[in-house]
């Protein structure tokens, strides 16, 4: 089981900043592909950004390419989704969640979340 817990959520205006830092604990996380993921009132959720295991490889959502920037530190657990030029559009609760990099498909483990709004 991974426990994940998000932080960095916040009120901000529109073509402002955000840092969104994912903490993990319970398991090896270098074991774990990450990613975020992002639910608007009254819309499913829909991904933003993925990380690999190792960091090596990263994908964006065409929504936020060339705006958010996702990285990891392993030695510390923790995932950052860096949100730079946001748009009222983006006002969501952002999760963060894992997967097992070597066998699991879909994100097993997911956080509980943390607001962004952004104000026009």
């Known amino acids: 089981q991974v426990q994940l817990v998000e932080s960095g959520g916040g009120l901000v205006q529109a073509g402002g900043s955000l840092r969104l830092s994912c903490a993990a604990s319970g398991r090896t996380f270098i074991n774990y592909d990450m990613g975020w993921f992002r639910q608007a009132p009254g819309k499913e959720r829909e991904f933003v950004a993925a990380?690999?295991?190792?960091?090596?490889?990263?994908r964006y959502a065409d929504s936020v390419k060339g705006r958010f920037t996702l990285s990891r530190v392993n030695a510390e657990n923790t995932v950052s989704l860096q949100m730079n030029s946001l748009k009222p559009e983006d006002t969501a609760v952002y999760y963060c969640?894992?997967?097992?990099?070597?066998?699991?498909?879909?994100?097993?483990?997911w956080g509980q979340g943390t607001q962004v709004t952004v104000s026009s």
């Open positions: 969640a894992a997967k097992r990099s070597d066998y699991q498909r879909d994100y097993a483990y």
């Open positions: 990380i690999s295991w190792s960091g090596g490889s990263t």
